[in-house]
């Protein structure tokens, strides 16, 4: 769920691209590379990771995650990887339910 909020909140079109990057990522919080299927997940642990290397602290203790510091090509790259998870999720919970329904036919 965490991941599909994350791909409706990156093209929703609404806010500007490092809003929507903050927000989608902020979504992503809690999970881990474990959580994903074993061929991507070193994809999941550059998503995962982004929002620490665009992390900044201000002098008053807030923190600030300023996706306007990631180039194009990175934003690009994120968003293709955000999406080619939530499809890799998608393609690896099908054949789980493939297999279910063909154990029950049996």
Same mark, same amino acid.
């Given at each position: 769920?965490?991941?599909?909020? +994350?791909? @409706?909140?990156?093209?929703?079109? @609404? ?11 902020? !979504? ?7 959580? &994903?299927? +074993?061929?991507?997940?070193?994809? +999941? ?6 929002? %620490? ?17 990631? @180039?194009?090509?990175? =934003? +690009? !790259? ?8 939530? %499809? !890799? =999720?998608? &393609? ?5 339910? @493939? ?8």
């Amino acid at each position: 769920m965490r991941l599909q909020l +994350a791909v @409706k909140l990156l093209v929703s079109g @609404k806010d500007q691209r490092e809003v929507r990057m903050d927000e989608a990522t902020s !979504a992503l919080k809690g999970l881990i590379p474990g959580f &994903f299927p +074993a061929a991507m997940r070193e994809r +999941a642990e550059r998503v995962l990771g982004v929002r %620490e290397r665009v992390r900044r602290e201000s002098d008053s203790n807030v923190v600030l995650f300023r996706f306007d510091l990631l @180039k194009p090509k990175e =934003c +690009a !790259a994120l968003t293709q990887d955000i999406l080619s998870l939530y %499809e !890799a =999720c998608i &393609f690896d919970m099908s054949k789980e339910v @493939k297999e279910i329904v063909r154990f029950n036919d049996e």
